[in-house]
């Protein structure tokens, strides 16, 4: 795979440097067939270094994840060598799924069935908090 | 079809409607008395707490309805380690409305997801009792005539005490509320709550003793401080007295202050100042029936 000339794919950029791992774990690229390139610490204007990934097919990613991590990323959808869309990310409201609650006295430690849900309650601060229980999970 | 699982959940106006339905059965018990006629209320008590159930099957009986339940988790299918949903679905087929307790945080909401039947908050652990919040409200409204503009005092274990993060809750949405926060430097309102009142720009000011507040309360709601809070038995018992009310520290008090309190109570509030017609806290008990009955009603007819 040439990584400047991807036909058809995405490409995940502004990624803030050194977090490109986390977000290769966490939206599991590890377990695509497709080609996947990591690029480290990429001279950028805006942000001093960034790195970026490429995913060589067309895949579906949970935004909600991406912008959970980073709001500051941009999804380039590539179609025929071209960026057709780009995607600019925010903070969700809602997430299902992508943390979990470590209450012990919350429902869902010992109810393993229930989605795990979290809600965006404070954007400046960046807090989430439990649908169940309200324990608070600051966005690092 | 509504829930009640968080105070919050209901604007101000449908809070209104409900106490203002409390105060017309209250005024009229006879013409409510079989509007709920075939009506069931199913009383699912995974932890045992007598008194909120009394007040539950009390307020269902009082309209008509009947009741069924179960009073502890070992009687009840989730000893058998079926779901919480599961049950809720259940027991959804054998009632029209279900009042729920639950020791773990955020039961009734998981509850209320898969269930058919509107489901009432009881008591989720340390976390919500919203029919506590109504009451509160209720007393307090009916008190005071209105439930904004007071100085609103409230003393002990505001740290752990759900009933007086969810009354701060509630009572935040009206206009010229102040909270005086009396309480030992250990059990402080956590800091999401002051933070959270910090950033609306309500007033607030943070006291260690009765003594100091007392001329501006309007209204004083106590609750318990409980020995096992504390680290040793030294601090527990150099506190606790700061933290009795008696008829020595209302000598300052308004005369139209109101004496709250969630109940049960152990010895915060002095036997002594319960002929004070300021004391409202067994008023409370009777309010607390009808408002669970207006609740009840209203729910059922959304
Ligand atoms: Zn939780």
Redesign the interface.
Known sequence: MNIDSIKRGIVLDHIKAGRSMDIYKSLHLDELECSVAIIKNVKSNAMGRKDIIKIDDDITIDLDVLGYIDPGITVNIIEDGVIVEKKHLALPQRLVNVIRCK?P???????P??DQIFRLTDEIRQIYR?????S?KKKK | MRHLIDITDFSVQEIEAILDLGDKMIADPAAYGDCLKGKILATLFFEPSTRTRLSFESAMLSLGGSVLGFSSADSSSAAKGE???DTIRTVGCYADIIAMR??????P??GSFKSTVPIINAG????NHPTQTLTDLMTIRREKGRLNNMVVGLCGDLKFGRTVHSLIGAMSRYEGIEFVLISPPELKVPA?ITQGLKDRGIPFTEVETMEEAMPRLDVLYMTRVQRERFFNEADYIRLKDTYILDPDKLRTAKESLSIMHPLPRVNEISVKVDDDPRAVYFKQVRNGRFVRMALIKTLLEA
């Open positions: 209450n006295r919350c429902i869902t430690s010992v109810e069935e229930l439990c649908v169940y229980c309200d608070e | 779901s919480l949903t639950h020791p773990k945080e955020g039961a909401m998981a989720d652990g340390g976390h999401y």
